[in-house]
């Protein structure tokens, strides 16, 4: 990943030292596990383990360089780790073991420690927006399907939905999370043939993973579901920030992005307020769908293993939760600072001379004893003809001879607050669905009325 995209949360996991320091820790513990079984003497266990080297970026060099000897990273890190041990003590590093046996146990455990930075940040932006949806629980703004006026909603409504979704995600996450946090050392092709199964049992506790049956790999659609949990969230993200950038156009101007002092829209018109971060977060989410359709094709592998994976998972996976970091905590930012404008959405709410009030309009004839289609089409008529020449709908049906209703009947459903009357039912859901703090429950509860 590129330094303008690459957090330091998570480009310390998957960098070469800490992918070295756990490579490094799993052959110490199965060194340990043979001394256990009476196989390795203990002593040279323990030495093992006091003379292990530091791993540096002197020590991650020393690996590069015997990798153009030996052309295989794993046989270039045990003949350095084994060097700075010393001898006899040293040549029991990897006894017993396949490469896939280190690399699949630490890519797990790598992968298990940045989910759970994920799930950190998911967990922040999950609070942002149930805060930012009971703030505007009743400020209503204008609904749209279509790209087009349909019925009043509440922005508060708008983004309590999103922190259902990004409920969802998260559930997903840690369903990934504890997929992923498994390990094998069972060997060539996961018969135990050269390692006794206690000593993937010993290693897979102290690391916190479930030892699991493998070929020689563990089965790569564990990492898939990783990859769909963190592509399903970049897209979950891509939608909210989709609408946002809506809500900025010049002719909506519902909310926008905040802008900072000194910050430039646009280097040559200098009036210019983009969603330059909804934008980028949006062409991100591009990227993670193709993350995740490379981790799908990695699942079908030859036989007990082949090394075509590799390859692939070497780029995608640290890119992959570097990018679903950077964006749920830009996503983060860019809600608990977004600048909302109730007034403007008031009087979107009034441009469309009433017509969001169709529906209700529709159901009172129908109530009044015509049928639907008459009502439909009455209301219809009426309808495009306020529209098209700009008047209000109100005054439209009153002139309409063919609606039996009179002021007051109308005027009840036009009403604005019976439209929304409802609405908590989805706070109600949220309170229900979303972990958080008790007392923070019933203060929420409390705004509701």
Excluded at 292 to 310: G, K, P, Q, T
Excluded at 345 to 359: I, K
Excluded at 380 to 391: E, G, I, P, S, V
Aim: charged share 25%; with cysteine; net charge negative.
């Amino acid at each position: 990943m590129i330094d303008r995209y690459s957090p330091k949360e998570i480009a310390e996991i998957f960098s070469d030292q800490s992918r070295f320091a756990t490579w490094l820790e799993i052959e110490i513990l199965a060194t340990e596990a043979w001394a256990e079984l009476g196989v390795v003497p203990r002593d040279h266990a323990r030495a093992a383990r006091d003379n292990a080297p530091k791993i540096d970026a002197e020590f991650v060099t020393l690996v590069n360089e015997r990798e153009k000897v030996t052309n295989h990273d794993v046989a270039a890190f045990v003949d350095v780790v084994q060097s700075k041990i010393g001898f006899p003590q040293g040549s029991w590093i990897h006894y017993g073991l396949t490469s896939s046996d280190v690399v699949d146990t630490a890519l797990c455990y790598l992968m298990t420690k940045a989910a759970d930075t994920v799930i950190r940040a998911v967990e922040q932006l999950l609070d942002t927006l149930v805060d930012q949806a009971f703030a505007h629980y009743k400020t209503p703004m204008l609904g749209r399907t279509h790209g087009m006026a349909a019925e009043p909603t509440t922005f508060g409504n708008k983004v309590a939905l999103w922190a259902l979704q990004v409920n969802r995600d998260l559930a997903r996450l840690q369903r990934a999370r504890d997929g992923i946090a498994v390990g094998k050392l069972s060997g060539a092709v996961g018969t135990y043939s050269n390692v006794d199964p206690a000593v993937e049992a010993y290693v897979c506790t102290r690391l916190g993973l479930r030892n699991v049956p493998a070929t020689q790999v563990i089965s790569r659609d564990r990492h898939a579901e990783v990859m769909y949990a963190l592509t399903a969230l970049a897209s979950s993200i891509e939608t909210f920030a989709t609408e946002i950038r809506h809500l900025q156009r010049t002719e909506v101007q519902e909310a926008e992005e905040y802008f900072s002092p000194g910050q430039k829209g646009s280097s040559a018109m200098p009036h210019k307020r983009n969603p330059i971060l909804a934008e980028r977060l949006v062409g991100m989410s591009r990227i993670m769908r193709g993350y995740l359709v490379s981790s799908l094709e990695d699942v079908a592998l030859w036989h007990e293993r082949d090394i075509s994976h590799s390859s692939v998972e070497r780029i995608i996976v640290p890119d992959a939760f570097s990018l679903a970091f950077y964006m749920t905590e830009r996503f983060d930012g860019l809600i608990s600072r977004l600048v909302v404008y109730p007034q403007r959405m008031l009087e979107n709410l009034d441009r469309t001379l009433g017509l969001v009030f169709s529906q209700p309009i529709l159901l009172t004839l129908v109530a009044s004893g015509l049928s639907r289609d008459d009502a439909y089409r009455i209301v219809q008529r009426c309808a495009h003809t306020a529209w098209d020449t700009r008047t209000p709908f109100l005054k439209v049906l009153l002139d309409d001879p063919d609606v039996p209703l009179g002021e007051a009947d109308l005027l009840a459903a036009m009403d604005l607050d019976a439209a929304l009357k409802n609405v908590r039912k989805t706070f109600e859901t949220l309170l229900s669905e979303v972990a958080m703090p008790e007392q923070k429950r019933l203060q929420l509860e409390s705004k509701l009325g």
